[in-house]
């Protein structure tokens, strides 16, 4: 499947709809020292990911990817904002409700070892969510591990071996498999490949592409690889301290970018020719603290285009005009 084929999945209905979601961390209190404000890890982020797409959050280290995505799961719970599943609001749910709707919305973790119990087979690994969901019968849970296995181009041999059997990429492919035992509307995708060789890399996108292809199934892609952003997604949105500062179809946010942090952000992907002039635009000064975040626009402090205005007013995320495709927004006073 080519993403640039379906780049606005035309007529596709609204799967996940995320409505300015915040999870702010209180800071515990030292003893006879003052009250420390929280920590801004994801301050009013809207999205919207439709079914069969895959948008990417992207953005440097720090900048509320992950957060954001666990937010979404209800894996971290959020300070307040909406997240709505096929209409169906997750953060009210209570814990037995939320249970069951995690049939539908699945997660790969960023670490293939990590996440993976040592001490079971492969084979119980994936049949766990079967078991935790009502599929009683061993003989099926067994047919269905098999063919998990195989859809993910692993042996059906292989249901008996423990995960440090397993190479990195293959841990992966299990990681993948047990996410898709449920048969979920939406998967989460934390760096699921930045823990991979580069060969590996391309093996488990190219995987996941398949299955998306076959399935019909929806990725929020978290990731901070551009060249495997570009591979895979079909629209991208740009973070920077806790907020979405430009959202657009692939093609057009790497071909046009309009944000500076974006053009920024951009400018440090390798060139693949050492013939070709390097046209890397240097980001200056260290990110601020999500503690303290500058007031108006959180990037001003490192924005080479910054004036008075961005000091004291924050922009919208907002469409660009008519020159711009359909769906392209950006959050600044002067794009």
Known sequence: MNPSQSTALPGSATLLKVSSLRKHYTVPKRWLAPARPPIQAVDDVSFEVARGETLSLVGESGCGKTTTAKSVMRLIE????SVQLDGEELTTLGAEQMRLRRRDVQIIFQDPYASLSPRLPAGEIVAEPLKNFGMSSARERRERVDWLFGKVGLRPEATRKYPHEFSGGQRQ???IARALALNPKLIVCDEPVSALDVSVQAQVVNLLMDLQAEFGI??????HDLAVVRHIS????VMYLGRIVEVADRDT???APRHPYTEILLSAVPVPNPRTPSKRMLLQGDPPSPANPPSGCRFHTRCPLAQPVCKTEAPALSPRPSDSPAGHQVACHFR
């Open 78 to 81: 959020p300070t307040s904002g």
């Open 253 to 255: 946010l790497f071909s």
């Open 234 to 237: 079909h629209r991208v949105a």
């Open 173 to 175: 492919r299990l990681g």
């Open 218 to 223: 929806a990725y929020l892609f978290v990731a």
